[in-house]
């Protein structure tokens, strides 16, 4: 398991394509974010803020899969990435 908030690296598919080298072959990531959507001020800022969707094609463009992605509600998604 390695838990991630993928707005807070500089280059994000860098970090998922660090974590995949990282990950054993039954491990996941789980990314807990900002919804990019979201209009509360609080949290991170917008501009660096990533959806569902980006996080699904950075997955897959480093080879791995995306197992589920969801809105857990209006602020917040998770997104569950394995090998």
Same mark, same amino acid.
Request: charged share 25%; hydrophobic share 40%.
């Given at each position: 398991f390695y838990g991630i908030c993928l707005h807070d690296f500089a280059d994000p598919?860098?970090?998922l394509l660090n974590a995949r080298q990282?990950? *054993? !072959?039954? %491990? $996941?990531? @789980?990314? @807990?974010?900002? /919804?990019?959507?979201?209009? $509360?001020? $609080? %949290?991170?800022?917008?501009?660096? /803020?990533?959806? *569902?969707?980006?996080? !699904? *094609?950075?997955?897959q463009e480093v080879g791995l899969k995306v197992i589920s992605a969801y809105d857990l509600d209006r602020h917040f998604y998770e997104v569950i990435i394995g090998q």
């Open positions: 598919k860098l970090a990282l990950l *054993k !072959t039954s %491990g $996941i990531i @789980y990314d @807990y974010d900002w /919804r990019a959507d979201s209009l $509360i001020s $609080i %949290g991170p800022p917008h501009s660096i /803020r990533l959806s *569902k969707e980006d996080v !699904t *094609k950075l997955a």
